[in-house]
């Protein structure tokens, strides 16, 4: 806090308005004197020193503090330091004092059984190494802690798979118009044994079907009976089990389609007896290609290879669809067929 103290110069008289044993007085408070002028004289009034001093001593005070929390945990730090240290020299210490001992092997432990009960498997058996266990900074055992050979017992039989009969069709896909109905068979009269061979052919046939008539008219075909002419590369038919409305051209072996929809395209091959030719052929749409058909091969004369592929295709009246590029034809048996059905007509 500043004060300004003011006096007035008579001639030869000096008469200041604080006396001097005030200024005597607050020694401490009042730090510098300035005279200036002829009439006047300002003090000007400062910090004290006391106050100074005062709050130099508190701030040597409160960084003292701080100095000893730091001492206090530096020295907490080097003292925990210092105790692993010991400890671990004490652990190392023991164990190089214990004696070591390295591992042995146990004897070997009988041939377990074998993995199959015909035919050739593995064995295993083990040994283990805790004849002694090796101590802590002792050597483990080496070698292999377990051995595998071939064992064999009585050979297998090996049995072919046979088919079983045929079930019933089932029911028709529709309940008026045409449709289509299948029957299955599986392999499992026998069953094949893992060497054995599975049944040639397919487990799965598909005729058409015909329920009553639909208010709107329904249109699909079945053919059977394929017919072959040297040089022929489309296959053709001669006896119809269901042609709606004739749809299905007898001559050219070609579908023509009448009404527009969804249509499932089926075709059946069946080889004749005591051949080892194959039979193949592809679903056409004016003359394009639209779908892989079914292949009927088989390397053993005596069986009757049957092979079935079908189609979904959108047609429109007077598409004509028909099955082309075949080969093997000669190789068809009467059992082979083709068939289609309207599943989704356009209004």
Excluded at 130 to 146: A, F, I, L, V
Excluded at 216 to 243: C, E, L
């Amino acid at each position: 806090m500043a004060t300004t103290v003011r006096y007035t110069k008579s001639p030869g008289v000096d008469k200041p308005s604080i006396k001097l044993n005030e200024l005597e007085a607050n020694e401490g408070d009042y730090a510098i004197i300035t005279r200036g002028g002829d009439m006047e004289e300002t003090y000007q009034n400062v910090k004290t020193e006391r106050k100074v001093n005062s709050d130099k001593i508190g701030v040597s005070k409160e960084k003292r503090d701080k100095t000893k929390i730091v001492i206090v945990l530096l020295g907490c730090v080097v003292s925990g330091l210092v105790v692993a240290v010991v400890f671990s020299i004490l652990v190392i210490f023991s164990i190089h004092q214990k004696p070591v001992t390295n591992g042995d092997w146990t004897s070997w432990a009988d041939w377990g059984a074998c993995s199959v009960t015909c035919g050739i498997g593995i064995t295993t058996r083990i040994r283990t190494c805790s004849n002694p266990r090796p101590s802590t900074m002792g050597q483990y055992c080496e070698g292999t802690s377990d051995q595998v050979q071939i064992c064999g017992n009585s050979s297998c039989s090996v049995t072919d798979g046979g088919w079983t009969d045929w079930e019933n069709w089932r029911a028709c896909s529709v309940t008026c118009g045409t449709g289509f109905t299948t029957r299955i068979r599986t392999c499992s009269n026998p069953k094949p044994s893992i060497m054995g061979r599975y049944c040639d052919g397919t487990s799965l046939q598909v005729q058409s079907c015909s329920n009553t008539s639909c208010s709107d008219g329904g249109f699909g075909f079945s053919v059977h009976r394929p017919i072959w002419n040297s040089g022929d590369t489309t296959m053709k038919f001669n006896a119809a089990a269901y042609n709606d409305n004739d749809v299905f051209n007898i001559t050219s072996g070609e579908f023509v389609c009448q009404k527009e929809g969804l249509y499932l395209l089926i075709s059946t091959f069946l080889r004749v007896y005591n051949t080892t030719g194959s039979i193949d052929c592809n679903f056409y749409k004016n003359s394009k290609f639209i779908g892989y058909g079914p292949l009927a091969s088989s390397n053993n004369a005596s069986d009757h290879p049957s092979a079935t592929s079908s189609i979904l295709h959108h047609l429109k009246p007077g598409d004509r669809v028909y099955l082309g590029s075949c080969e093997g034809l000669r190789y068809a048996a009467g059992g082979s067929s083709f068939t289609g059905v309207l599943i989704n007509p356009m209004h």
